[in-house]
């Protein structure tokens, strides 16, 4: 399979984690989103949404969408839970990841570390991302005080969540006061065949 990616971002770095914990194989593409791929004919013709990442199935079929990836390459997987209910769970976290989390932890993260003059551009908007990334870790940390990992056992839950959580740093997020989500950063990354998001 084909992976269409951004190697900074934190929703390509979810599926490329969960791929390699399941030794799935990868070929990967860069995609330049700053240079404007992904707004060109030949990647809108894959994706008409315009975004990363994309995976294109050996058959040619492309399921854009990080968490919908990672549904469809858990499946029948320890990775997704069997449970009725405990896979419900993993899928409520995963939208409240992209609803509630990485609108603003992410969002802040590129125009603080990835973006030239972000911090200056953006600076009215940084108080209302901080905001409410902080009320996303607090939830985060609150469900971890009592659970090793959010949907039972290590799940695609755990990788959509850690993707930008463990570099919320990268947008002036300060994770010292919430030490539940500290310690689950440390189980997560020591699961194994994890990889940084510096690898590909």
């Known amino acids: 399979m084909r992976l269409y990616h951004m190697q900074e971002s934190g929703n390509c770095y979810k599926v490329r984690l969960a791929a390699h914990q399941l030794g799935q194989p990868l070929d990967l593409v860069d995609i330049d989103f700053v240079g404007g791929e992904t707004r060109k004919a030949p990647f809108l013709a894959l994706n008409p949404n315009g975004r990363t990442p994309l995976l294109q199935l050996d058959d040619g079929r492309c399921l854009p969408e990080s968490n919908a990836i990672l549904f469809y390459l858990a499946e029948g997987t320890p990775l997704l839970p069997a449970d009725r209910y405990t896979r419900a769970q993993a899928l409520q976290w995963m939208f409240f990841e992209q609803y509630s989390h990485e609108p ?35 939830v985060m940390d609150q469900h971890l005080a009592e659970h090793d990992f959010f949907a039972g056992r290590y799940s695609i ?44």
């Not at 993260?109 to 607090?138: Q, V």
């Not at 989500?181 to 510096?198: C, D, F, M, Q």
């Open 157 to 200: 839950a755990d990788i959509a969540l850690y993707a930008y959580t463990h570099v919320a740093h990268e947008g002036d997020f300060d994770l010292s006061p919430y030490r539940a989500l500290k310690s689950w950063l440390a189980r997560v990354a020591s699961e194994p065949r994890h990889i940084p998001i510096t690898e590909r």
């Open 104 to 138: 603003y932890i992410a969002v802040a993260r590129w125009w603080w570390s990835f973006t030239p003059g972000g911090r200056e551009t953006k600076k009215d908007r940084f108080p209302e991302w901080r905001e409410k990334g902080n009320a996303a870790l607090k």
